[in-house]
């Protein structure tokens, strides 16, 4: 069952962010565009026919209309992040219909609760993968922003100043790799897979006129609410060092990006540092957030 995010993890994220809106220029951000799993998703698998959704309490019971399609109380990452920026309040999702001409020009959010990097992904179920979703920013979002737009050169300037915001990597280890509390893949191996095609689609969306990234990084797998149920209610370290080994390759592969294509710069938002430190010790919360994390941007 998915879970809602805490108001404390957003709380945290807020002022991280802030962090990261120095380094970009709030001035300078035109638009965000929005990819990646249930930590982002808006309420895309909402006009997706999975099974995959949070149209239904206790998602959204802090906002006035209910549920929204976010796997949170509130506001997620997306919405605090595009707030800080000076961007509107609620991104459109893609695959609302009414998803075009000037309502995009803030940007777009795809991300599909359930989507990993791969494209095999929970496809069960009929969410939209990474892939997909890049593909659906470039076949549909980039021809309808260059209508709008004055020239080739306004729209290349104009993505040059955007922030494409992605989440990825988490859901296909708990749905390939992570079977009931045990290691059920070859967990090297597979990891190199993930990163490869994450460092594939990032290229993407480079070649496609994005320069600026936030990366999020996986969340604790083992402290997740389905793992500790299988661990008597504690975290399962296993699970906990696949997103660990995730991470730190693809800390790596982000410099590699970084030093192969020029104007590619990012920021890696380290979630599981984050979520851990709420965890471990809970009592050095300053309301909310732990001591410690502020040098988990890069």
């Known amino acids: 069952m998915l879970r809602p995010a805490s108001i404390a993890s957003l709380t945290c994220l807020i ?12 001035g300078d951000v035109r638009a965000m565009f929005v990819f990646g ?6 309420g895309n698998n909402d006009f997706v026919n999975t099974t995959l959704s949070a149209k239904y309490f206790p998602y959204g019971i802090d906002f006035p209309v209910g549920p929204t399609g976010r796997t949170s109380n509130a506001r997620n ?17 893609f695959y609302d219909p009414l998803t075009k001409g000037s309502s995009i020009l803030a940007g777009v959010n795809y991300a599909s609760i359930g989507s990993g990097i791969l494209d095999s992904t929970n496809q069960d179920a009929n ?32 993505l040059a100043q955007s922030i494409f915001l992605v989440s990825s990597g988490g859901v296909d280890y708990l749905s390939n790799c992570l079977q009931s509390g045990r290691i059920e893949c070859q967990l090297e191996e597979f990891t190199e897979l993930l990163v490869g095609n994450y460092s594939q689609e990032l290229k993407r969306l480079y070649e496609s006129g994005a320069r600026k990234f936030a990366v999020l990084n996986t969340q604790p ?26 991470n730190n390759v693809l800390r790596i592969a982000l410099e590699e990006l ?28 300053d309301p909310f957030c732990p001591r410690g994390w502020h040098n988990s941007l890069g």
């Open 15 to 26: 002022f991280f962010i802030k962090h990261f809106t120095l380094l970009v220029g709030e």
């Open 37 to 42: 799993d249930s930590i982002l998703d808006s």
């Open 77 to 93: 990452p997306a919405d605090i992040l595009g707030q800080l920026l000076g961007l509107p309040p609620f991104l459109p999702v």
């Open 127 to 158: 969410v939209v993968s990474l892939s997909h979703q890049i593909t659906n920013f470039q076949n549909a979002t980039l021809p309808d922003l260059k209508s709008q737009l004055n020239s080739s050169s306004e729209l290349s300037a104009y």
């Open 221 to 246: 797998s083992g402290c997740q609410p389905s793992a500790r149920m299988l661990n008597n209610g504690s975290c399962i370290k296993d699970y906990n060092d696949a997103s660990i080994l995730f």
């Open 258 to 285: 970084s030093q192969e294509m020029p104007g590619f710069t990012f920021s890696y938002i380290n979630m599981f540092g984050i979520i851990s430190s709420m965890i471990d010790d809970p009592a050095a919360y």
